[in-house]
């Protein structure tokens, strides 16, 4: 059985504001008619692995990240009928790269969009300390261990040849994101730009995200393109057996009754019985990441999303307790789409849209960039083995053990709220809804 996958991706395009060129060429270019970079511009520094942030910093990006997590998550369909996964991990880290470069009313538009309480200076040592910590808890493939969960985060900065950015900026991104600079010729070639970028992508989360980037959301105005990827693959630390799935009845939001394949399995978990919900927790292997499922209770689902907050989320982890549970839970597998630009603009980061007013003169010294678009995409896939999830994010920029109690029965058998979570810091890597297990 192969294991559960999650993916999830962004775009940010950011475009010149202005229409005009810049000069300053980066890099020696090379490269013919194919999709691949013509050349990279590295910074002279190299990413920092003792970033100088203190735990109160950490915490503080951890609770950004979730507060983010749970302003947008009505935004983005929570009370409708259909599936929902997305990651607020890699949406943070990859906006957070256009905010190093943002100034005035667009930072603080960001910061305010994107629940950022720390100022850059020490939001982002924080956001890479939180990064290699997750990176000490995991395996890649340049790190094997087969004994824990697998987990890439990549980033990546795309620019128009000859176009020129501040030396500090590329610096940051370097040091705090190891983002290097990779040169492409959007001006005289966006589909294959567009190609190249998305084959990052796809290779970066292991081909479950493929075509991030539709067809013309980049074009000859478009200048700067962030990226960031984030693949997660873990079985469970007590994984389901195949014989055990069997068919149950889950009930939607509606009423309506669907007959679908549901994994079962009775052993201790972390379980919390609250008002209005039941939540349980199920870790992966190593036992450093798990996901937490809160169930609302029949027709209290909108009302519960309506009052999640951070504290709710802290609250429920504080609070489970062990307890022998007789556990079933449905299969699921599905993709989703969200609308990014506009819920980011009713967020508060409506002046980065605003050619008008959108200052990312922290990444070329001039007011000539404006993000265009943010586009985001998710697939997950639950199963008896475990999980795996990817996330990628682009932004572009352009001109312009045994017990003999009687188990207590849990039946994951009407819509629940799940995220993949670091148990440590309690980071939000993915989170979403299921609806309708059938769906896909």
Sequence with gaps: MRPKIICSC????????????STTATSTITGGDAPQAIGTAKSMLARNVAPQASDADLAAAVAGNTEFALKVLPLLGAQGDSNLVYSPYSLTLALEMAAAGAKGDTLSGMEKALAFQLQQSRLQPALNRLDLLLADKTSTTAKPNAQLPNLNIANALWA??????????LDALSLNFGAAVNLLDFAKAAEPSRLTINNWVADQTQQKIKDLLPAN???????VVLTNAVWFKSDWARQFTKEATRNQDFTDRKGSVKNVPFMNQTANFPYLQGKDYQAIE?????NKLAMLVVMPDTGK??????????????????GLKDNYIALGMPKFNFSANPEMTGSLNSLGMGAAFDAGKADFSGMTGNRDLVISGVLHKA??????KGTEAAAATAVVIGVTSININQ???????KPFLFMIRDRQTGLILFMGKLMNPAAS
Excluded: K
């Excluded at 962004?10 to 060129?21: D, E, F, K, P």
């Excluded at 128009?160 to 900026?169: D, V």
């Excluded at 697939?379 to 008896?384: H, L, M, P, R, S």
């Design 10 to 21: 962004l775009l940010l395009a950011l475009v010149s504001a202005c229409g005009g060129a």
């Design 160 to 169: 128009q040849q000859g176009y020129n950015l501040q030396s500090t900026y």
């Design 217 to 223: 959301s980049v074009s000859a105005s478009t200048r």
């Design 282 to 286: 199920l870790p992966y292997m190593d």
């Design 301 to 318: 689902f909108d009302s519960f999303v309506q009052g999640l907050s951070s504290n709710t989320i802290s609250d429920i982890a504080a």
């Design 379 to 384: 697939y997950i896939t639950v199963d008896e």
């Design 407 to 413: 188990p207590l029965r849990l039946n994951l058998d």
